[in-house]
């Protein structure tokens, strides 16, 4: 025993050598980007502006890179540097909304000439958020500017956008990968055992799969054919899209995969032919056969390209003061948290202060509640829910517009709203609670440490140490079957529902927006710029602006982000330990996992969440 203290304590001195190096190296390379960045802006030439009043016509670059969010994180500094250096991308990321307000300006500016879709950097993408992407291309080609797309490849969501495009252009050597969509765990199940790992699960509904992925080996037979339901019409909407853009039959997009194979063997193993053949682009071009090409149909900026402005630098001049009546607009995007926001989470507190600041303010006659998660905490959810609930008995109507998915805790937050309206492919549901929770006496057993003492009640000493006593486990599952209770009640309360009705449709089960509405859990189909409308109906309102309420940056904190982002942009701090591939998605699948135990941080160790609903990136 004292040799492996010995061990042990000679590995925890040495991570901390390297924890604390990597700390200094990490602050140090921080501090230089600052300065760098400084030097930069103090030296930076003005561009001079033309005296011409005659504005150059251009085409709007689409170049749209990373993810597109419903709003944008602010990393801690020191994250942002920590996993720039990790292979963990930083990620850029593209607000939904401004693009299709650049769009939308673009389509009335009479110095845009056309639009080109360049893709290439785009992640994958919710099929919400493309569909409303797409609503503001049509609208731009109503206008007879015309649309071209261009990639060297095409992923699923970069593909699906192009198809909106009046013509496609691809690399000889390109080809158009179409996945679908699919949801796909880890199983730990017999990892935990061999660890000696026990893991203590509670929940409520037939179809509440977060807790499989600790307590089965591989998808219950509930959950597959639950998923395949939903996954299904979210394909058939995909398929049916892209096949109406293109003209061709939605059969081509869903091949059985020998008559595939059959036509790739007659494109003699060509992947870009195929996909010419299929009618999926119109032509394959180099890049500098592009660059011709458009400098053909749009103008030549004199150096072997055609004049565009990126969608990142082409800025809507006209500012508008903000209207008498205002219609406040609170995004709630991630998984739902107790307390206060982290990267890429929904706080409960700073929502319902976002929320109480709507309520407060006289200017503001309506709130719009964007929903993009997938749940979370209970009690954080109702704390939410009861800002709702507040600002209508304030008179304020409250309309939830939900985006990709609103499930679990995500509708939770929902229920109360005056109006719910939903997009057909959005995914939503997942009406159920669970609770879980790890315990390492065996582990600890196995070296021969043990956890004793005694206690005045049956919760003293209760902890990841010792094996979880018989009472304990039963009342946390009184306590989750009371919560799920609740839930139930709760939306058939607010959804004029039965119980018995009520307790059929949740169970867990993941529902589309278009199936929800038959259930009763959604008002009605329609997307953002729908619940604008409704919201201002409700309110009796006509003249009115859109109030987006986010939690403010402090001064010192908003100078950091801003000269750091500067930083990795102007000296490339792209110091990355590049990892083989395959390694590299088996370790984000893993952080992915790792992420959801972090977010486990509710006060009565209650969930309502749903990792399935994440379709597109699998």
Known sequence: MKKLFKILGSVLKTCWKILSFTRQLLLNLLFIGVIVAIHFALTAKDTPVSGSKEQLKRVLYMDLSGSIVEKRRHLDPFDLVTKNLMNRSVGMETVLFDVVEKIRAAAQDDNINGMVLSLSDMSEVSLTKLRYMAKAINEFKKTSKPVIAI???????????????????????????????????????????????????????????????????????????ANAVWLNQLWSAFVGDVANNRGIAAETLSQDSEILLDMLKVAKGDFAKLSQNLGLVDELLTRQQIRTKLADMFGSDGEDSFNYVS???????????????????????????????????????TTAALLRESRLDDAIKTVILRVDSTGGSAFASEVIRNEVEALKEAGKPVVVSMSGVAASGGYWIATSANRILAQPITITGSIGIFGILTTFEDALAKYGVYSDGVGTTMLSGVGVTRALPEEVSKSMQMGIENGYQRFIELVARQRNLSIDNMDHVAQGRIWTGYDAMKLGLVDQMGDFDDAVVVAAKLANIDDYSLNWIEEPLQPAQQFIYDMISQAIVTIGVNMKFEILSVVKQFFDSTFVEINNFNNLNDPNGRYTMCPNCSYYEN
């Open 151 to 225: 990639g060297d490849h095409y992923n699923q969501s970069q593909y699906y956008l192009s198809s909106y495009a009046d013509e496609i252009f691809m690399a000889p050597d390109g080809a158009v990968l179409l996945r679908g969509y699919g949801t796909y765990n880890l199983y730990f199940k017999k990892l935990l055992k061999n660890l000696d790992i026990t893991t203590h699960v509670f929940r409520v509904g037939i179809y509440k799969s977060f807790v499989e992925p600790y307590t089965r080996t591989e998808m219950s037979q509930e959950a597959r054919e």
């Open 311 to 349: 969608i990142y630098d082409y800025n809507i001049t006209e500012l508008k003061p903000p209207k008498a009546d205002q219609i406040a607009v609170v995004v709630a995007s991630g998984v739902i948290i107790n307390g206060y926001e982290t990267e890429g989470t929904v706080g409960g507190d």
